[in-house]
């Protein structure tokens, strides 16, 4: 799901979470490599983390009765 839910994020949401989560890169590596200010960086971070959540939110949400109904048949 959390793959899913990254695949669908735009290519700079991407970047930034991948950089600074799974690199192991300090933030000002993460700042330097993208070419933005830490406090850029910071805002880039607070709002990919936000949309990923969303993304999450929206995946995780049961189907509605219509929706099973209309998959069912």
Do not use: F, H, W, Y
Request: hydrophobic share 40%.
């Amino acid at each position: 799901m959390l793959k899913l839910a990254c695949d669908r994020l735009s290519d700079g949401d991407r970047e930034v979470l991948l950089l600074s989560s799974t690199e192991g890169l300090d933030s000002e590596a993460v700042a330097e490599v993208l070419g933005i200010s830490n406090a850029a960086l910071r805002q880039r971070l607070v709002r990919a983390r936000r949309r990923l959540g969303s993304l999450l939110d929206a995946d995780s949400e049961p189907a509605s009765p219509a929706a099973l109904r209309k998959g069912s048949g």
